[in-house]
């Protein structure tokens, strides 16, 4: 779109161009929202894992999310050690817990959640989102492989 401006006698007329290029924040939402719905897209797309693939190749998970489903048994209170209890105050708690599928196990650690108490229990199906550790010790033959989890969603056996 072009806007002509006119001017009395004399005076050059000045041609302006309008663009129809949206303002800098409505692109920063759009492409926000973009982000968003590609990221919500990947993440609901992701299929669960099976534990043995991650035991059989570690080195290959290694620090990578991944989504686990199994049935959760021996949970257990921790000592918080990724957070400070002044951040959460008396309500920090940590805790571990195996997962089992048809395949194998592996421990999943969650190391800090200011809600004080577990969202867990023996007994339960979970699907659970955790970033692969290995953790090499002297000694420890192989090295132990657990899953440091970020989202977990039980839901009660039927």
């Keep these: 779109m072009w806007i002509r401006l ?18 800098a ?7 926000t929202l973009g982000l968003l719905f590609v990221y919500l897209g990947v993440s609901f797309a992701a299929e669960p894992l099976r534990v043995e693939s991650i035991l059989a190749s570690p080195r290959s998970y290694a620090q990578h999310d991944v989504i686990l489903q199994g049935s959760v048994v021996q ?6 050690y990724s957070c400070s ?3 959460c105050g008396p309500a920090t708690v940590a805790y571990s817990f195996t997962l089992q599928d048809d395949t194998a196990a592996i421990e999943v650690i969650v190391p800090c959640s200011c809600f004080g108490q577990m969202f867990i229990a023996d007994g339960e199906r979970a699907t659970v989102t955790v970033s692969i550790r290995i953790i090499e010790k002297d000694g420890l033959q192989p090295p132990a492989v657990v899953g440091v989890a970020h989202d977990i969603r039980a839901s009660r056996p039927q």
Excluded: C, D, W
Aim: proline fraction near 9%.
């Design 75 to 80: 949970v257990q209170k921790t000592e918080p």
């Design 6 to 23: 006119h001017y009395p006698e004399g005076h050059n007329q000045m041609i302006l161009a309008v663009s129809r290029i949206l303002p």
């Design 85 to 87: 209890k002044t951040l």
């Design 25 to 31: 924040r409505s692109l920063r939402y759009i492409f």
